[in-house]
């Protein structure tokens, strides 16, 4: 009897198999051989060319006394700290404009989803021009000094500028989660709170807020990720300066584990920032999920 | 009682009736100008010719006084912009190709088994959780590799957003395959329909919705992406639309009338994209972030 039954099952999981294992052979060769060829060169003083020695644990001793990679680490979180904490901020307060009634709706969401469509890179380099020309000449013309230099000159706000591009752009994608979450909030809650004579605050703080969590915790997720991998800007806005106060993680990677013989050090480099950016995600996961169980 | 009702009745006319509201609307109107000033000034600044660029602010944002094309057409000498744009057109083509038939399918396999099949399962934590797993670390082994298999052009850059793309995909389509019921493929098989003709009759044209999610998020991915063909495909000669940007950084030089048509260039065909599907693409968007 049992073996009637799984004839047909396992012709069915011999077809399920055959339709798996394209994409499994694809990940397997691409994601995963390289993440442990570069495990592997992480313990390697491999230059990217020519011979190498394996040295232990070497780099990852370096890696915490190397002041570049120190530094590159602390713009990295500052950018997707304040990244993360302004993309979701603005992008509620948007989501809430947008979804409430109001005129010429679905074209406002159609202008305010646009930045999301467009290049990083080539984003980059326009708000580079804004930042070198426009604004230092609109300050110089207001007679405002703060203003009448690039701040992309300045060692310590350049970040600031590759953070307002970065938040210009997340902020789209952003906005639309949020207002797809709106729209799953039943309305007769809405006219519940308000029989009850909540303010809109109230509402917001004990009704929207509440059951809009599942989508808080993606969006902080998704953009806490994202900025983390902070690269198109940089490469346009700012190439890791001025004196490399805007050098990103995955920028320094790129730079020094490419082009500056740095191939297994930057290999160690980049271990470590895989296991932050999978510590950070677990952690938000759990924090979030928690906050979700307990509503 | 009674007026309680009759005040909730009131709430909800007022609610569906309610006029617009017009501060608001102009408060979000406002709004629209940081998004669209930057445009604006890579639309002004493309159209003028060098010498209408002065030092002030007047200079860079007014309007040209007469429209200057030559700018284009020199952008588009400078950058070979037919080339990367068919470079660019033939790998988002081939990429959402790809990642439409290999991800469903997937998806589907893995979604149908692995209520039942630990190994299945496994396979699909093993896929979703590549989403962590920062291009960074795998950057300078796929430049190895890619140069050993000799596809370090524009197929080993296809092949790879096939695999970079596939834990969102994958998630995706697993998610959307739990609203299709199961009955309509055991009704099939027991017609004697096969498990593949199955999928590929009736389960496949049901996805189509989630097909329209997950074409748009990996083609806006694919699109804009710099840093996959900036180290794979460094040693061709190929470019894709927003590589060559930065590949003729230098040749622009200080002609800032000529790089911003040619970055206004590079954003046109994903601009028309966006106004012709403009709803699809919100649309598609909002609907995997809700089943994802």
Known sequence: ???????????????????????????????TIPLITGAFYSFTNYRGYGSYDMVGLRNFIDLFQDSRVGSSYLFTFKYAICGTILVNVISLVLALGLNSRIRFKSALRGIYFLPNILSGLIVGYIFSFLFTYIIPAAGTA???????????????????????????????????????????????????????????????????????????????ILSTKNMLMVFDQIMSLTKGGPAQSTESISYLIYRNGMDGGQ????????????????????IQLRLTSKKEEQL | MSTAVAKSAKKLKTREEGKPNILLTVLLIIGCLTVLFPLYMTIVIALKSPSEMTNDVAGALSFPSSLSFSNFSEAMRVTDFWNSLLNSFLITGLTIGLSLVLHSLAGYSIGRSMGGNKAFKFIYFYIVSGMFVPFAIL??????????????????????????????????????????????????????????????????????????????????????????????????????????????????????????????????????????????????????????
């Open chain 2, 139 to 292: 950057m300078m082994p796929l430049v190895k590799e890619t140069a050993i298999l000799q596809i370090d052009n524009m197929l080993g850059v296809i092949l790879l957003y096939v695999v970079f793309y596939m834990p969102m995909n994958v998630m995706l389509y697993c998610g959307y395959l739990k609203n299709i019921p199961q009955a309509m493929e055991e009704a099939a098989e027991i017609d004697g329909a096969s498990t593949w003709t199955t999928y590929w009759r009736i389960i496949f044209p049901m996805m189509s919705p989630m097909h329209a999610t997950v074409a748009i998020l990996t083609a806006l991915g694919t699109w804009n992406d710099v840093m996959t063909p900036l180290v794979i495909m460094s040693g061709s000669e190929h470019t894709t639309l927003p590589l060559a940007q930065l590949n003729f950084q230098t040749q622009f030089g200080t002609n800032y009338n000529l790089a911003f048509a040619s970055y206004l260039l590079a954003l046109i065909p994903i601009l028309i994209f966006y106004i012709i599907c403009q709803k699809s693409i919100i649309g598609g968007i909002a609907n995997g972030a809700v089943k994802g």
């Open chain 1, 142 to 220: 207001l007679g405002w000094k703060a203003l009448s230099n690039s701040i992309l000159a300045s060692e310590s706000w350049a970040w600031v500028g590759v953070l307002i591009v970065g938040v210009w752009q997340s902020v789209a994608m952003n906005t639309i989660i949020y207002i797809s979450g709106l729209q799953t909030i039943p309305a007769d809650v809405y006219e519940a709170s308000s029989i009850d004579g909540a303010n809109p605050w109230q509402t917001f703080q004990k009704l929207t807020l509440p059951l809009l969590l599942p989508f808080v915790s993606t969006n902080l």
């Open chain 1, 263 to 282: 191939f297994g050090f930057q290999s160690a480099n980049a271990v470590v920032f895989f296991v932050v950016i999978v510590t950070v995600s677990v």
């Open chain 1, 1 to 31: 009897m049992s073996a009637q039954i799984r004839k047909p099952m396992s012709k069915r999981m011999k077809t399920h198999i055959g339709m798996v294992l394209p994409a499994l052979i694809l990940f397997i060769a691409f994601n």
